[in-house]
């Protein structure tokens, strides 16, 4: 099983003002916990996804680096997670440029782990909403990530993330916006264009999903043709910040086993324990 801070946590390696004491402690409380991966994918950190052009500085480089020194110490990758979506033009060579000199600079700290992350794609003529425009894009970003040539890896996820393999196919699914293709569509373009072996997230049955049962979860892995990490948002409250959800997460039985590649929990917005400990 993996480990998670999205947009669940203020994750302060890159606010400018804080340090990276609240990401350091998670990697170590999920560490002792057993879970062996740290995803940094913040939605509230600017650098990752409305201005992911921006480089970052040398005392964020910095925090990045200390963070992967604490992961290795403890036996936990940290994963760099970015998402250009919104606005990245596949016809601009100064696009591509400045996303490879963005995993660069964070892979010279110590990061091994990578993710691109096209969910949430609002604006309906955002060019990474097309399916091929889109294989291509996490193709090339498995291209960077392979050519550090030091066993880096990459992760990603796409606009259709969330719903069991029928209704995802089904000419009816709802999405955030009108997508340019049908949902089959997307599916075939990773087949053509992205290595098999490279894993894609998926949420489960729903963006929230009450449970995901192993069937459910293999008819998606036969529909993306490719190892499957679920993004469990159980446990995180972002939408209902004045709750907190003290119980267990229950509903993923031991038939997950075999079916998904492993899986992280996105988790709650409090920095305690309480927001940590019931995954």
């Not at 992911?52 to 500085?57: A, G």
């Not at 604006?123 to 091929?132: K, Y």
């Not at 729903?206 to 459910?216: L, N």
């Not at 038939?255 to 929990?265: H, R, S, T």
Request: aromatic share 10%; charged share 20%; proline share 9%.
């Amino acid at each position: 099983f993996f480990f998670q801070a999205e947009d669940g946590i203020r994750d302060h390696c890159v606010t400018g003002v804080q340090t990276c004491a609240l990401p350091i402690w998670l990697v170590r409380f999920g560490a002792e916990r057993g879970l062996n991966t740290y995803v940094y994918a913040p939605k509230l950190d600017p650098k990752h996804r409305e201005k992911w052009r921006d480089p970052y500085t040398a005392a964020e480089l910095a925090d990045f680096a200390s963070l992967a020194t604490v992961g290795g110490q403890v036996g936990t990758q940290v994963r760099f997670a970015i998402s250009p979506g919104l606005s990245f033009d596949p016809s601009s060579p100064d696009d591509e440029a400045l996303l490879v000199q963005k995993l660069a600079a964070v892979h010279d700290t110590g990061i091994r782990g990578f993710a691109l992350l096209l969910d949430d794609i609002t604006q309906p003529d955002a060019p990474a909403l097309d399916p091929t425009v889109q294989a291509r894009l996490v193709a090339r970003f498995v291209e960077i990530v392979r050519g550090f040539g030091d066993g880096s890896d990459a992760w990603f996820i796409g606009p259709l993330y969330a719903g069991s393999a029928e209704e995802i196919l089904h000419p009816s699914f709802p999405g955030l916006v009108e997508y340019p293709a049908p949902p089959a569509a997307y599916w075939d373009a990773y087949a053509a264009l992205i290595p098999p072996e490279v894993p894609i997230l998926w949420t489960g049955p729903g963006v929230i999903s009450g449970s995901i049962r192993g069937e459910v979860a293999r008819g998606f892995r036969e529909l993306a043709r490719r190892p499957v990490v679920v993004w469990d948002n159980v446990p995180v409250n972002d939408i209902f910040p004045r709750d907190l959800f003290l119980g267990p997460v229950t509903g993923r039985g031991a038939d997950l086993v075999g079916e998904v590649d492993g899986v992280v929990f996105n988790l709650m917005t409090q920095p305690t324990e309480i927001g940590r400990a019931h995954v």
